[in-house]
């Protein structure tokens, strides 16, 4: 502030959340945080994305997940970012190939070709309609 650093001051429990955090995305406006994080939910293993809105008394609503198109019960996430014209979301997950789409025998030909591919176990990147994100809003708590 006024060409000075200021004092960093630690965001609420409700973003701080689950045992790691990783890239959260503020909104421009800041009435909401998108945070990676592990360990907010027992069913979920790895690092899933979680919306924190805020209120207008400026306190933070609990995470929320968000929708089985973004998170996987398997999937990892570290960025995610929203256009500048507010119409999609990009993020990078891992979302591992199901087994049952690998064939009975593996040859190099298909290690050489599914390593190239999406869904292979290691980090693509994605996007969906930014819609999502309102459409979570009215199920959250305060």
């Known amino acids: 502030m006024d ?40 069913d979920y293993r790895g690092v899933h994305y979680y919306i924190v809105f805020r209120n207008e008394d400026d306190t933070w609503q609990e995470p929320l997940a968000l929708s089985s198109e973004i998170n996987t019960p398997k999937g990892t996430g570290w960025s995610f970012y929203i256009s500048p014209d507010k119409k999609y979301i990009f993020y990078m ?19 050489n070709k599914f390593s190239e591919m999406p869904q292979n176990g290691n980090s693509d990147i994605y996007w969906v309609d930014a819609k999502i994100l309102e459409n979570l809003r009215p199920k959250t708590k305060k």
């Open 3 to 42: 060409g000075k650093y200021s004092t960093p001051e630690k965001l609420p429990q409700q973003i701080n959340c689950g045992t790691n955090r990783f890239n959260a995305y503020v909104s421009p406006d800041e009435s909401f945080v998108v945070v990676p994080a592990v360990g907010v939910e027992k």
């Open 93 to 111: 997950a891992t979302k591992p190939l199901a087994k049952q789409n690998h064939p009975k025998s593996l040859s190099v030909e298909f290690l």
